[in-house]
């Protein structure tokens, strides 16, 4: 018997888990499906593109996706203790102050950026900022970047011709501008949520870490959970909470993972075979992604990090990296960014760009015809269209059915398009157009408003920022309220993305921590 378990060993779970054992009178079990962050290829910065070729992703399928063909691409989502933040580029952004006034607007009472400001700073530790915006003694470590190419510099330089300001700080509550992000690391190493957090409770005797260890379904008894099912090496076993089972297995695996438990919507549940528990309608709905667009370029010469896919160049870049904890291999490849309108008539940004020196380097990217390209990584903000997680099976192995429903809204094939246009116009400037041979995706320029909103149809492609399916609020449709509860089941939260009323403006895993400070509080605070 534990007193708390936690299902999720990703961003928001390992949080909650460190807070929680902080506590010596109580007792925390934490259980992640996917293996222990011992590949060196998540700490050491620039290799993080190959933990997406082991065992450290789940693969989901998607459904056709009607705007688009009918394509079924593959979705990934981390699967290994940290989760995301052990295998993504390690982009620190938060969103807008807008972002979070708009959830408590929607019901979501406490969420205005005032209110959850604090949670983000006491989870930062800034090596650069301090003051009003940002935390300098939390347990993630946030810097510069360590190695910033010239080439992103001068894309940066690019922007800045065309009339866009630099930012030295996207996280300042203004996003607007043109710079270089700010990365979860420290003294060249990643710093994942499992790093910042676990690592520093791993004697504690109140905490539990199992991993390899996959929840079958959560024990409802009464309306109230009282544990959960979970199988490791083969062996089924059940786990008991004296006090609460918190959710955190993301933003498709929480829904997944509520219906196969009977709580769902009841109609849905019953057409696959799960004994209805609770019947909650909201469950798997209001799925929401960004959508990316890469354009690459083709360079004039070895002008990217392209040139260290040769060995002598590894060779040299790994000794620069041994020696002084520096260089090529410390970069995270996605190291300028700019945030900008799609119209000239918005008040706030609507697009987010990050820019790669490198081809090929992100999944579903190509690599360069010469062998050395660079790449532009354009996403809408706030993208309106809406899809949907529902169970294809009973069984817990059974992957769920998970259809984003990407660009079903034409605002969101509107204002990507705008964007395609905005990194072309970038990209033809002099400080980075004398690196440029020609573009290679898209071939050409796009000249025309009906070219590029093809180009976003055929070519573009989920950006792996999910979240959602399980939305808190006060309404109807709502599946926790705004401290995190399920509706209608006592002793039970869910604390992940998938909670999120709206995408945020930026990369997701800030946010997810938030969340989990934000959750260990109401916890903690109940409890007392």
């Not at 330089?157 to 043109?178: T, Y």
């Not at 020696?323 to 706030?348: H, K, M, Q, V």
């Not at 609507?350 to 020196?357: K, S, T, V």
């Not at 290679?440 to 573009?460: D, H, N, Q, W």
Request: with cysteine.
């Amino acid at each position: 018997m534990h007193d708390y378990i936690i299902v999720g060993g990703g961003s928001s779970g390992c949080t909650i888990a460190s807070r929680l054992s902080e506590d010596p009178d109580c007792t925390v079990l934490l259980l992640e499906q996917g293996p222990r962050d011992w590949s060196p290829y998540i700490h050491i910065p620039v290799t993080y593109y190959k933990t997406s070729q082991g065992n450290m992703l789940t693969r989901y399928r998607l459904e056709p996706q009607a705007q688009q063909g009918g394509i079924t691409p593959e979705f990934v989502q981390g699967r290994v203790l940290g989760g995301g933040s052990s295998v993504n580029a390690m982009v620190y952004m938060r969103g807008i102050p807008q972002d979070y006034d708009s959830w408590a607007e929607r019901g979501c009472a406490g969420w205005s950026y005032k209110e959850v400001l604090p949670y983000f700073k006491k989870a930062e530790s800034n090596e650069r900022f301090s003051g009003e915006a940002h935390g300098i003694d939390g347990p993630l470590k946030v810097s510069d970047q360590r190695h910033i190419h010239y080439l992103t510099k001068a894309w940066a330089q690019g922007a800045q011709e065309l009339g866009i300001k630099f930012n030295p700080d996207f996280n300042s509550g203004d996003q607007a501008g043109v710079g270089f992000y700010q990365v979860t690391m420290k003294d060249g190493l990643r710093c994942s949520a499992a790093k910042a957090y676990l690592r520093p409770a791993r004697n504690r005797k109140t905490l539990k870490v199992l991993t390899k260890a996959k929840t079958l379904r959560l024990l409802i008894e009464n309306n109230r959970a009282v544990g959960v099912e979970y199988i490791k090496d083969g062996t089924v076993t059940r786990a008991l909470a004296a006090k609460e089972v918190i959710v955190c297995a993301g933003a498709i695996g929480s829904p997944h993972l509520l219906m196969l438990s009977g709580v769902g919507p009841a109609d849905h549940l019953r057409e696959v075979g799960v004994e209805v528990r609770h019947d909650l309608p909201g469950v798997g709905k209001n799925l929401q992604d960004h959508f990316d667009m890469f354009l690459i370029y083709d360079l004039n010469g070895p002008h990217s990090y392209d040139k260290y896919k040769k060995l002598h160049w590894q060779a040299w870049a790994g000794l620069q990296y041994v020696l002084f904890r520096n260089g090529p291999a410390t970069s995270n490849i996605c190291e300028g960014g700019l945030c900008w309108y799609t119209d000239s008539a918005d008040s706030l940004p609507g697009l987010q760009f990050h820019f790669l020196p490198g081809a090929g380097v992100e999944e579903g990217s190509d690599s360069a015809p010469s062998g050395n390209g660079c790449t532009t990584n354009v996403y809408l903000s706030r993208p309106r269209s809406r899809g949907h997680v529902a169970l294809r099976s009973a069984a817990p192995d059974v992957f769920p059915i998970v259809d984003p429903n990407y660009l079903a809204e034409e605002y969101d094939v509107i204002g990507l398009s705008e964007g395609v246009r905005l990194a072309q116009e970038i990209l033809q400037q002099k400080p980075i157009a004398k690196y440029i041979a020609q573009p290679y995706r898209p071939g050409s320029i796009l000249k025309t408003k009906a070219e590029r909103m093809e180009f976003v149809r055929k070519s573009g492609q989920g950006a792996l920022h999910p979240c959602g399916a399980c939305r808190m609020g006060t309404d109807d449709m709502a599946v926790v309220d705004p401290e995190l509860r399920v509706r209608g089941i006592d002793g039970l939260r869910v604390a992940d993305t998938s909670v999120f009323p709206r995408v945020p403006s930026g990369n997701l895993n800030a946010p997810a921590i938030m969340v989990g400070e934000r959750a260990a509080d109401f916890i903690r605070g109940n409890r007392k």
